[in-house]
């Protein structure tokens, strides 16, 4: 029983320490918007903790010229950077670089905007720094960017991982479990696609404060379950995954939102993004319950104080993301 249980306190401590560094494991952004032929308005952003930021520096090709010294700013835990380049001869085939990129956890995104309204996104990680701008993309080159970018989004999003963690801890049945994971994912996709293509918004900070307060009633449900009794969340668990699946929903089309979806194929983008999310999601799921399963066999023990030391350290991580978020809150948020 103490092994399991270490286990499981071990686990979660990691999901406790992760505040420290969340910020890292954010990606850097880059965006380029093309507002005359050749001259272009751009966004360096770089995560950033108090007066602190990572060491990462884009680089743009030699061709590109600022008209003016950026303009710097710490806000909403980024160091940004604005100014106008102009790039005599165009972008394409140039090479951009994220200098230290190779040093860190995170990745960094590029989005290009042309003239014309097509978008080019890129994905540059620590092992490839660097891309070459192509000018347009294929449909497969869209179709692979954004799958990528969706699993990212899913394997980085602490909160939305620790929600179907609680749920996993809630749910003993597999096929119950399936059908809430299922309900999980049907909701927050109608939430992206409707989000995503502008049909309907909510303001993303309270969407994120109030999804770390959905991770604190799965967490309250967990500690409350007694022998005997169904509570809401026991009986209809996949109705309760389906209500916040659609909140969760807005949490990932905040970060589609802020990548944008190329004009020639948003179906494509967002399909892919979407299924990018819900392989990382199922990749996370089989993970868990790959441990589970090892540990049940290898130490066959009552697992109930375990998941009570869980439930209660899940809520305090909740808590602790619902008093950061509030604090974010101010003018336009």
């Given at each position: 029983?103490?092994?399991?249980?270490?286990?499981?306190?071990?686990?979660?401590?990691?999901?406790?320490?992760?505040?420290?560094?969340?910020?890292?494991?954010?990606?850097?952004?880059?965006?380029?918007?093309?507002?005359?032929?050749?001259?272009?308005?751009?966004?360096w952003k770089v995560p950033?903790?108090?007066?602190?930021?990572?060491?990462?520096?884009?680089?743009?090709?030699?061709?590109?010229?600022?008209?003016?010294?950026?303009?710097?700013?710490i806000e909403a835990n980024?160091?940004?950077?604005?100014?106008?380049?102009?790039?005599?001869?165009?972008?394409?085939?140039?090479?951009?670089?994220?200098?230290?990129?190779?040093?860190?956890?995170?990745?960094?995104?590029?989005?290009?905007?042309?003239?014309?309204?097509?978008?080019?996104?890129?994905?540059?990680?620590?092992?490839?720094?660097?891309?070459?701008?192509?000018?347009?993309?294929?449909?497969?080159e869209v179709a692979a960017?954004?799958?990528?970018?969706?699993?990212?989004?899913?394997?980085?999003?602490?909160?939305?991982?620790?929600?179907?963690?609680?749920?996993?801890?809630?749910?003993?049945?597999?096929?119950?479990?399936?059908?809430?994971?299922?309900?999980?994912?049907?909701?927050?996709?109608?939430?992206?696609?409707?989000?995503?293509?502008?049909?309907?918004?909510?303001?993303?900070?309270?969407?994120?404060?109030?999804?770390?307060?959905?991770?604190?009633?799965?967490?309250?449900?967990?500690?409350?379950?007694?022998?005997?009794?169904?509570?809401?969340?026991?009986?209809?668990?996949?109705?309760?995954?389906?209500?916040?699946?659609?909140?969760?929903?807005?949490?990932?089309?905040?970060?589609?939102?802020?990548?944008?979806?190329?004009?020639?194929?948003?179906?494509?983008?967002?399909?892919?993004?979407?299924?990018?999310?819900?392989?990382?999601?199922?990749?996370?799921?089989?993970?868990?319950?790959?441990?589970?399963?090892?540990?049940?066999?290898?130490?066959?023990?009552?697992?109930?104080?375990?998941?009570?030391?869980?439930?209660?350290?899940?809520?305090?991580?909740?808590?602790?993301?619902?008093?950061?978020?509030?604090?974010?809150?101010?003018?336009?948020?």
């Amino acid at each position: 029983m103490r092994r399991f249980a270490l286990l499981l306190v071990l686990s979660l401590s990691a999901f406790l320490a992760l505040p420290a560094t969340a910020h890292e494991m954010r990606p850097a952004y880059l965006d380029m918007q093309e507002t005359r032929a050749e001259e272009f308005t751009v966004l360096w952003k770089v995560p950033a903790r108090g007066d602190l930021r990572l060491g990462l520096y884009v680089q743009l090709p030699q061709n590109c010229t600022p008209k003016a010294d950026p303009f710097r700013s710490i806000e909403a835990n980024a160091y940004t950077e604005r100014w106008v380049a102009v790039c005599t001869g165009g972008l394409k085939g140039s090479k951009i670089t994220v200098e230290g990129l190779a040093s860190t956890m995170t990745d960094a995104l590029a989005r290009i905007q042309y003239l014309d309204g097509s978008i080019e996104v890129a994905r540059m990680t620590p092992e490839a720094p660097s891309f070459t701008v192509a000018g347009e993309q294929s449909t497969m080159e869209v179709a692979a960017t954004y799958f990528l970018l969706g699993v990212d989004h899913i394997l980085s999003g602490l909160d939305h991982l620790l929600f179907v963690f609680a749920l996993i801890l809630l749910i003993p049945s597999p096929w119950m479990l399936a059908k809430t994971i299922t309900a999980f994912t049907v909701a927050h996709s109608i939430t992206l696609a409707g989000a995503s293509l502008g049909y309907f918004s909510l303001p993303q900070r309270p969407v994120e404060a109030v999804i770390a307060l959905s991770i604190a009633f799965v967490a309250r449900e967990l500690i409350k379950q007694r022998p005997g009794e169904r509570r809401l969340s026991e009986a209809y668990p996949w109705l309760v995954a389906f209500a916040f699946g659609l909140l969760h929903g807005f949490g990932f089309a905040g970060a589609l939102k802020e990548t944008g979806l190329p004009q020639s194929d948003v179906p494509v983008a967002l399909l892919t993004f979407n299924l990018g999310v819900e392989a990382g999601q199922l990749l996370f799921v089989a993970a868990v319950l790959a441990v589970f399963w090892a540990v049940k066999n290898l130490v066959p023990v009552d697992a109930k104080p375990a998941r009570l030391v869980a439930a209660f350290a899940i809520g305090t991580m909740s808590m602790v993301w619902l008093i950061e978020r509030l604090g974010s809150f101010g003018p336009g948020a």
